[in-house]
T-cell receptor, first 112, second 111 residues
Framework: DTGVSQNPRHKITKRGQNVTFRCDPI?????LYWYRQTLGQGPEFLTY????????KSRLLSDRFSAERPKGSFSTLEIQRTEQGDSAMYLC??????????FGSGTRLTVV | TQLLEQSPQFLSIQEGENLTVYCNSS?????LQWYRQEPGEGPVLLVT?????EVKKLKRLTFQFGDARKDSSLHITAAQPGDTGLYLC???????????FGKGTKLSVKP
C-alpha cells in the first residue's frame, strides 16, 4: 500500500469557479477525514466518513462545500463558487482504530 | 469548543540543545497524538498516548500525557537539524472520530 493519495497536489483557480479534489485512503481504513490548513494554523476539521456514511460535518463546511465517499472507497471534496478565503491546504487522512491518522500530502488550493 | 494550546509558537535552537514543547487544554481527551509536518506535506504521526501519566520514548523524543489527560509535552534531547519542522498535538474524543489540532510549534534547529 502506498499510503493516502491526494490529487491534484496543486490547484490554481479563478474566483467563482468550482473545484474538486480526490483522496484515495489506505484500503483497510474505514474512516476518512478532510481537514483544511491555512498558513500558521493547525489543521481544522471539515468532515469525516465511516465507510460511505458521512458522520460529522464542521460548521466550517458551508453550503458551497460538499464531500462524498461512494462505496466507502475514495472520497471527493467539491467547492462551488470558490472565494479567495478558500485558499488553503486541503488535507485528507484515514485511520482504522482512532489511534492515529495517516495523512496524504494535501492539495494546495490558490484562488485568484 | 475544545481548544488545544501549544507553546511556544516558535523555537529556534542550536544543534545539540534540548527542548520541550507543551500542549494544554481545559478539556479532557481520550487520546493525545503528536505529529510532525514539513512544508508542503501532510503531518506524520509520531506517537499516540492514551493513559493519564503515560510516558513514551521514541529515540531522542520523549512524550508525556498529563495525569488528568488535559495536557501533554514533547521533549527532544540533543536536537538535530533533521528535527526541524512543525510539531502538532491533536486530541481525540473517544468514539467521535475527528481529532482537534493545536496550532503547532515551529521548530528550527541550526547546525
Amino acid at each position: 500500500d502506498t499510503g493516502v493519495s491526494q490529487n491534484p497536489r496543486h490547484k490554481i483557480t479563478k474566483r467563482g469557479q468550482n473545484v474538486t479534489f480526490r483522496c484515495d485512503p489506505i484500503s483497510e481504513h474505514n474512516r476518512l477525514y478532510w481537514y483544511r490548513q491555512t498558513l500558521g494554523q493547525g489543521p481544522e476539521f471539515l468532515t469525516y466518513f465511516q465507510n460511505e456514511a458521512q458522520l460529522e460535518k464542521s460548521r466550517l463546511l458551508s453550503d458551497r462545500f460538499s464531500a462524498e465517499r461512494p462505496k466507502g472507497s475514495f472520497s471527493t471534496l467539491e467547492i462551488q463558487r470558490t472565494e479567495q478565503g478558500d485558499s488553503a491546504m486541503y488535507l485528507c487522512a484515514s485511520d482504522a482504530l482512532n489511534y492515529g491518522y495517516t495523512f496524504g500530502s494535501g492539495t494546495r488550493l490558490t484562488v485568484v | 469548543t475544545q481548544l488545544l494550546e501549544q507553546s511556544p509558537q516558535f523555537l529556534s535552537i542550536q544543534e545539540g540543545e534540548n527542548l520541550t514543547v507543551y500542549c494544554n487544554s481545559s478539556s479532557v481527551f481520550s487520546s493525545l497524538q503528536w505529529y510532525r509536518q514539513e512544508p508542503g506535506e501532510g503531518p506524520v504521526l509520531l506517537v499516540t498516548v492514551v493513559t493519564g501519566g503515560e510516558v513514551k520514548k521514541l529515540k531522542r523524543l520523549t512524550f508525556q500525557f498529563g495525569d488528568a489527560r488535559k495536557d501533554s509535552s514533547l521533549h527532544i534531547t540533543a536536537a538535530q537539524p533533521g528535527d526541524t519542522g512543525l510539531y502538532l498535538c491533536a486530541g481525540g474524543r473517544g468514539s467521535q472520530g475527528n481529532l482537534i489540532f493545536g496550532k503547532g510549534t515551529k521548530l528550527s534547529v541550526k547546525p
